[in-house]
């Protein structure tokens, strides 16, 4: 293949990745995501030792170990849009050779694992809870600017259309699963297996109305009402179906452990989210670290 022209493979001066401002060096073969950047932290105060701490707009990166282990964190913003620049260019870091600018023969496969919070769409999920993604469906249209149909579930997708009914200018949705080696490891009794929901908005996208009217009132419903081969959508969010799409298509492995701050179907909010929070960041590390 030829070599990767500089408007396609964009290098800042300093050697490092356009967007993240990472080279291949600062980062491990572990990567967790956040949404905030202030989060960063509050997964990295675990760290026996913290080695690299670079920031960019909203990407905070930090590497570091944690019980011998090597972690990378790195917040990605909000939405699949962001999670299609930091997908890429993680993939470039260890899967392009920045100096002849080709693709490597040898790849590299990350781990790669959102922590991220959502909010539950059915009653049994409660507040304060884990979901771990099993499958995620995207409401955005990303995915469908690659050569994916191989990484989608078309059965689930075909199904999804079908119940959903939506707007004929909305984007199709898409269905995606995590990595089954990832999900053995962290689906433990003290967590719910999920089938999460990433839209491409908080408020309209996911039913949520404060003085704009909804084009569907029923679109929350339909989603909590809709089951295909025994799985429900559990919970709603941004960035899960991306993080899985391109991780599939890359070569990587994909999961997304989310804390729920809220129920949908209750009305319920978490008293203490940031508590919630450091459960699910105590939980991924000692997962992560177990044998």
């Not at 493979?9 to 202030?38: C, F, K, M, W």
């Not at 909804?214 to 909590?224: E, G, T, Y």
Request: proline content about 3%; cysteine-free.
């Amino acid at each position: 293949m030829n070599h990767l022209a500089a408007s396609e493979l964009i290098l800042n001066p300093d050697g490092s990745i356009y967007h993240l401002n990472l080279r291949p060096e600062h980062i491990a073969d572990t990567i967790l995501l956040v949404g905030d950047q202030n989060r960063v932290e509050k997964i990295t105060q675990y760290f026996d030792e913290v080695e690299v701490i670079i920031k960019k707009r909203e990407f905070h990166t930090q590497t570091g170990t944690y019980k011998g282990k090597r972690i990378s964190v790195i917040s990605t913003g909000i939405g699949t849009d962001n999670i299609d620049i930091v997908l890429n260019e993680l993939d470039a870091l260890v899967n392009i050779d920045f100096q002849t600018r080709r693709i490597k023969e040898e790849k590299t496969s990350l781990n790669i694992i959102r922590i991220g919070t959502s909010g539950s769409i059915q009653k049994e999920i409660p507040v304060d809870s884990i979901v771990v993604s099993e499958l995620a469906v995207g409401f955005d249209s990303l995915l469908h600017f690659y050569q994916s149909d191989d990484v989608q579930l078309q059965d689930f997708n075909e199904a999804l259309e079908n119940h959903l009914q939506t707007y004929v200018r909305n984007s199709k949705p898409y269905v995606v699963p995590a990595d089954p080696s990832l999900v053995q490891k962290f689906l433990t009794p003290d967590v719910y297996p999920g089938f999460t929901g990433s839209n491409v908005g908080f408020y309209a996208p996911q039913g949520r109305v404060l003085r704009l009217p909804l084009r569907d009132d029923n679109m929350k419903d339909k989603l909590a009402n809709f089951s295909f081969k025994r799985k429900k959508i559990t919970n709603l969010e941004m960035e899960t179906s991306a993080i899985f799409g391109l991780s599939k298509m890359l070569g990587h492995k994909a999961l997304s452990l989310n804390a729920i701050i809220a129920n949908r179907a209750t009305g319920n909010f978490t008293k203490d989210g940031a508590l919630a929070i450091d459960n699910t960041i105590r939980f991924t590390l000692e997962r992560l670290t177990s044998a």
